[in-house]
């Protein structure tokens, strides 16, 4: 038992499925750790913007991801984690559509998502893990115990978002992030290197419709081990 690495439940899906919330809840409700991997890419993305690397050079990106320093401060609850990129507040700057396009942009690249791998297994530790982004179950936790895939109609997807930047204050249309979610969506799906989809052993969870409670209720019920 000694050696059993923690255990770590994935939870993958397009953006705008909800990931990022239900699974700091369920995080929070299991008192397991949180890796938010998303915002790994776009603090990539925003650090190459920073220091002008060429953002068509997968090499140079690399060497930037590979440079930059990111923690999460961790809130009270289920709270968004502040990010810190090189040692700067970007909290706010990474959730702007900007930065998720930036992002899906460079993690096409190969030696980008190479570069992230450590950063990302580093987060596993006791009590458990709550992994949140595209590939967590695919590629870069295969093994883990509980996998679950989210998915929700992408005109809600882009009310959720609408809602989400709006009461941030920052200001979008609903009808160019439903453009924006969807080229996205296409971009992630259809790139060479860990494509969204599922994991063949993921349970698939449709959260059009439902509350965050209904869905964070479903997730814990899928794991009666714990
Ligand atoms: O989840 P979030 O919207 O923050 O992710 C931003 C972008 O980062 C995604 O559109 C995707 O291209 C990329 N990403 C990824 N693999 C992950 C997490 C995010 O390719 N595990």
Redesign the pocket.
């Known amino acids: 038992m000694r050696n059993m690495p923690a255990p770590v439940l994935t939870i993958?899906g397009p953006?705008g499925s909800g990931?990022?919330t239900i699974s700091r809840h369920v995080a929070n409700r299991l008192g397991w750790h949180y890796l938010?991997?998303?915002?790994?890419?776009?603090a990539v993305g925003l650090a190459a913007a920073w220091s002008q690397v060429d953002l068509s050079d997968a090499d140079d990106v690399a060497a930037c991801a590979e440079r930059t320093e990111i923690h999460f401060e961790t809130g009270e609850g289920s709270a968004e984690p502040r990010v810190i990129v090189n040692g700067k507040d970007a909290t706010h700057q990474?959730r702007m559509e900007t930065?998720?396009?930036a992002?899906?942009?460079i993690?096409?690249m190969p030696p980008v998502?190479a570069a992230l791998v450590q950063k990302?297994h580093d987060f596993r530790r006791v009590p458990g893990l709550v992994a949140?982004?595209?590939?967590?179950g695919t590629v870069?936790f295969p093994d883990a115990v509980f996998k679950v895939f989210l998915t929700a109609s992408a005109e809600e997807r882009a009310q959720r978002r609408y809602k989400q930047l709006k009461d941030k204050g920052v200001s979008v249309t609903l009808a160019g992030l439903l453009g924006e979610i969807l080229a996205?969506d296409a971009?992630?799906a259809n790139?060479e290197v860990?494509p969204?989809r599922p994991a063949e052993d993921a349970v698939r969870i449709d959260t059009t419709g439902l509350g965050i409670d209904a869905v964070v209720e479903r997730v814990l019920a899928l794991m009666p081990s714990r």
């Open positions: 993958d953006s990931k990022g938010d991997s998303g915002a790994l890419y776009r990474l930065a998720g396009a992002a899906s942009a993690a096409a998502r990302q949140d982004g595209r590939d967590m870069i996205r971009r992630d790139r860990a969204l």
